[in-house]
């Protein structure tokens, strides 16, 4: 059973720094598509960043420069490094799985398979 368990949320002032960590558990990162996406109140899901099993990574234009996805193989653990946060980066942020995803980019992010619960990150001006 593939599950995600997202933590690192909080409240933040602009401009500043969070880490997203997702434990996965039931399968090997390794092999898979993983991804963040996330949803602001009364606005549709947005992909944020993906990383495919290869360690390709893609972006939504939002978060260039800005934001750095990784995993951690060993530790089975995907992370989301955000710097330079603004008040538009406030959502839930959660993060996704699937093996042998058809497409494995951010803008496709929210249609993977496996997803977590989710982790609140607020930026305040």
């Known amino acids: 059973q593939v599950q995600l368990v997202e933590s690192g949320g909080g409240s933040v002032q602009a401009g500043g720094s969070l880490r997203l960590s997702c434990a996965a558990s039931?399968?090997?990162?390794?092999?898979?598509?993983m991804a963040w996406f996330r949803q602001a109140p009364g606005k549709e899901r947005e992909g944020v960043a993906a990383i495919d099993a290869d360690g390709s990574t893609t972006y939504a234009d939002s978060v260039k420069g800005r934001f750095t996805i990784s995993q951690d193989n060993a530790k089975n653990t995907l992370y989301l490094q955000m710097n330079s946060l603004k008040p538009e980066d406030t959502a839930v942020y959660y993060c996704a799985a699937e093996s042998d995803a058809v497409v494995c980019a951010s803008d496709y992010a929210a249609t993977l398979a496996y997803w977590g619960q989710g982790t609140q990150v607020t930026v305040s001006s």
């Open positions: 039931g399968y090997t990162t390794s092999s898979y598509c």
